[in-house]
């Protein structure tokens, strides 16, 4: 069973940057696409970006478009996610999530490993 954890959360003010990072456990890490997750309170958890094995595609929810950059680095089985010009809508705890298949996809159920998240908060 492959272990996530994430890291790079925090408090930030609206218009900052953030670097969140997902360290993966295991020796196929670049067999699997990954992706980031996020979930407000009282609300579902969402899809935020997604990318494939090698980093070629990658996939963004609209909210998030041009603000946030996915990537991936296979050598050090770590997946990133830079967050630009955040809002206070984006507070959330963010999770990491590798993928079933070796495809970017955006579907959560197509996921089945997952991180323990973590918190960031925006504050306006």
């Known amino acids: 069973q492959v272990q996530l954890l994430e890291s790079g959360g925090g408090l930030v003010q609206a218009g900052g940057s953030l670097r969140l990072s997902c360290a993966a456990s295991?020796?196929?890490?670049?067999?699997?696409?990954m992706g980031w997750f996020r979930q407000s309170p009282g609300k579902e958890r969402e899809f935020v970006s997604a990318?494939?094995?090698?980093?070629?595609?990658?996939y963004y929810a609209d909210s998030v478009k041009g603000r946030f950059t996915i990537s991936r680095d296979n050598a050090k089985n770590t997946v990133y996610l830079q967050m630009n010009s955040l809002k206070p809508e984006d507070t959330a705890v963010y999770y990491c999530?590798?993928?079933?298949?070796?495809?970017?996809?955006?579907?959560?159920?197509?996921?089945?490993?997952w991180g323990q998240g973590t918190q960031v908060t925006v504050s306006s």
């Open positions: 999530a590798r993928s079933k298949i070796p495809a970017a996809t955006m579907t959560s159920g197509d996921f089945d490993s």
């Open positions: 990318i494939s094995t090698r980093g070629r595609i990658t």
């Open positions: 295991g020796r196929t890490f670049n067999n699997y696409a």
